[in-house]
C-alpha cells in the first residue's frame, strides 16, 4: 500500500459522498469546510505560522463566498438578502482577522460559521420530519474535507 492510498481512498469516499449528496447536503459540507478551514487558519495565526494561516483563512473565504453566491433570491428575498449580508460580514470578518493577524475577529467569524452550521443542521431535521424521512439529517461518521 502506497503512503497515497489512504488519501486516495478519502477522496474518493469524498466525491462520492458529493455526487450522492441533496443540495442541503453540500450546503452542510461547505459550511462544515468553511468552520474547519478558518479553525485551522486561526491556529496558523496563533503559532505565528503565516502562510499555514493565510492558506486556511483563505479556503474559508472562498467556501463563504460560494455559500453568498449560491443564495436563490427567487424563493424568499428579503431571507436571501439577509443571508448574504451575514456571509459578507463574515467574509470580510475573515478578511480583517487575517490582515490585521486579530484573532478576535477570526473568533468572531468563526462564532458565526458554527451558529450557521447548527442552523443549518436543525433546518435539514425539520424538513428530513417533514418529508418523512426517518434518517438523520447529518452523517454519523463526519465528513472530512481535503485542505
Known sequence: MTSNA?????????????????????RLMLLEGAVKFARQGRIALAEKRFEASF???????????????????????????NAKGLYSFIYRTLVEGGHEKDLSKIDKAVELLEYERETWVMLMQRLAEERGHTRPATPAASISVQG
Do not use: H
Open 6 to 26: 489512504p488519501n486516495a481512498t478519502a477522496n474518493a469516499y469524498l466525491r462520492t459522498r458529493v455526487l450522492t449528496a441533496s443540495p442541503e447536503e453540500l
Open 55 to 81: 492558506n486556511g483563512l483563505s479556503q474559508s473565504r472562498e467556501i463563504v463566498f460560494e455559500l453568498m453566491t449560491t443564495i436563490r433570491e427567487d424563493v424568499d428575498p428579503e431571507l436571501a438578502a
